[in-house]
């Protein structure tokens, strides 16, 4: 019974299940899933296991995987100083005269900040500990002020440059620059469905009297501009050189990071050994877990893949012939389960080379499916039970409860399921950018 791949598929994701949540890291239990039921269940047994090396290697030894470490590098050369409260009091004096200013200036710092720094934790902690005592200051509830944070640091993983949007083009070798543009529209969709609950549940709550509250002089204004208009010139140079042709990720990532160290040790005096040291610490633990998460799930596809299991699912998938959006339903119930317990990185290396094939045998834009799995992945980090983002907020605000904090991030939960709905009415607003520069996808 357990030679047919369908059954030995279910055992596997068991297992695997299983391991992940015994607390061992991701990449070591994906390698020993792999080791184990190559030896058990292959034809070569033990035969098997030895080419592992080989293919781990293979999987590492990519050009395109090094714009991983120079991104993270970028981000935590960011993360280090002082640009978020920085861009968090810029906006909060050009946006203040629009209704709900505050809430609205604290989530557009959390789009453009998680967009330099790649880290939703980072974001979350380097906004949040400026915005949410001053929104609760001003008046704002509790609810409004911990979830708009809590939501507004998921953004990272979707508004480019994004490591989970190379990450999946490396797991399905697919363009990520096209994968960057892609990104880029439905992103703003939902920093605009999260701004406008945002206003709403404050207007709704009593808080009318805290919308537009502050003003600012044309003076105020002007001084805050000089210490954020370098990284957002970052941002624009990043995007230019990747879709005017001038550079390719790898490089453009790497100037990217570099321009970003000397803006955090020119204008924020980064001067001391032990800060520049902690900015390549940090960036050289978090790629290195990355990258070996990577080699460990081409070991994973490659068990897979010899056992025959993902051609059987894909198979089965195909013998069901049902409607492809009641496939695309149970998909997308798969990844938002599946990102309720795993990390982003962890679950689109694990699924996306399967999920790929079956989607676009469908019907479905490969670029489209996956910004509808990155919104998946945004879910899971600010719901139980590993909801990193919701422990975040609670550490820079242990007087707010935690179950107000996940009061106060569900709404958004459900901003995030709205865009879901809408791209799937208007799949357009993921393709038509990429298709205006790169052109039509040729499947």
Same mark, same amino acid.
């Given at each position: ?26 990449? @070591?239990?994906?390698?020993?899933? !792999?080791?184990?039921?190559?030896? =058990? ?35 935590? +050369? ?25 809430v609205v200036s604290n989530l557009g !710092? ?62 399905t070798e697919t363009s990520i620059g ?5 990104? +880029? ?14 206003? *709403? ?8 009297? /805290?919308?537009?509250?502050? %003003? ?6 002007l001084e805050s501009l000089p210490r ?7 941002? %624009? ?54 990258? =070996? ?37 149970? @998909? ?15 679950? =689109?290396?694990?699924?996306?080379? =399967? ?16 910004? /509808? ?23 820079? +605000? ?13 709404? *958004? ?12 009415? /208007? ?17």
């Open positions: 019974m357990l030679q047919d791949p369908l059954v030995l598929g279910a055992l596997i994701a068991i297992v695997t299940v299983v391991v992940l949540f015994s607390g061992m890291p991701v990449a @070591i239990g994906l390698m020993l899933v !792999a080791m184990g039921f190559l030896a =058990i269940f292959d034809f070569s047994g033990w035969l098997a296991v030895t080419t592992l090396p080989e293919i781990l290697f293979a999987k590492l030894n990519s050009f395109e995987l090094l714009s991983i470490p120079m991104f993270i590098l970028m981000g935590a +050369a960011v993360a280090s100083s002082r640009a978020g409260s920085d861009l968090y009091e810029a906006l909060e004096r050009w946006l203040t005269r629009v209704p709900g200013g505050l !710092a959390c789009a453009i900040f998680s967009a330099l720094s790649g880290s939703s934790p980072a974001t979350c902690a380097a906004i949040g500990k400026m915005g949410i005592p001053e929104m609760r200051q001003r008046g704002y509830p509790d609810e409004v002020a911990a979830g708009s944070i809590a939501a507004g640091g998921t953004l990272g993983i979707l508004i480019p440059p994004s490591i989970t949007m190379i990450v999946y083009g490396i797991a096209r994968l960057f543009l892609a990104g +880029a529209v439905p992103g703003l969709m939902l920093v605009l469905l999260f701004m406008i609950w945002s206003v *709403y549940s404050t207007w709704r709550s009593g808080g009318r009297e /805290v919308l537009g509250q502050r %003003v600012y002089s044309w003076r105020e204004k954020v208009l370098p990284f957002i010139v970052i941002i %624009v140079a990043v995007l230019f050189a990747l879709y005017g042709g001038v550079a390719t990720p790898s490089e453009t990532a790497a100037v990217g990071a570099l321009f970003c160290l000397l803006i955090a040790v020119v204008i924020y005096r980064m001067w001391s050994f032990g800060s520049i040291w902690r900015v390549f610490r940090d960036s050289t633990r978090e790629s290195v877990m990355i990258l =070996i998460i990577i080699g460990a799930s081409g070991l994973f596809s490659f068990m897979l893949s010899s056992l025959h299991v993902t051609q059987s699912i894909a198979e089965w998938i195909v013998a069901m012939d049902v409607n492809r959006w009641v496939l695309m339903l149970f @998909i997308n119930l798969f990844l938002l389960v599946a990102g309720f317990f795993l990390p982003p990185v962890a679950v =689109i290396l694990m699924a996306a080379p =399967i999920l790929l094939p079956i989607v676009v045998s469908a019907g479905f834009d490969p670029y489209w499916f996956a910004v /509808v799995l990155t919104i998946n992945m945004e879910i899971g980090l600010i719901t139980p039970p590993v909801g990193l983002n919701l422990y975040v907020i609670n550490g820079i +605000a242990p007087d707010i409860r935690l179950q107000t904090i996940l009061k106060g991030s569900l709404p *958004y939960v459900g901003c995030m399921v709205l865009a879901i709905i809408i791209l799937c009415l /208007v799949p357009e607003l993921a393709t038509g950018l990429p298709d205006l520069i790169f052109g039509p996808v040729v499947q």
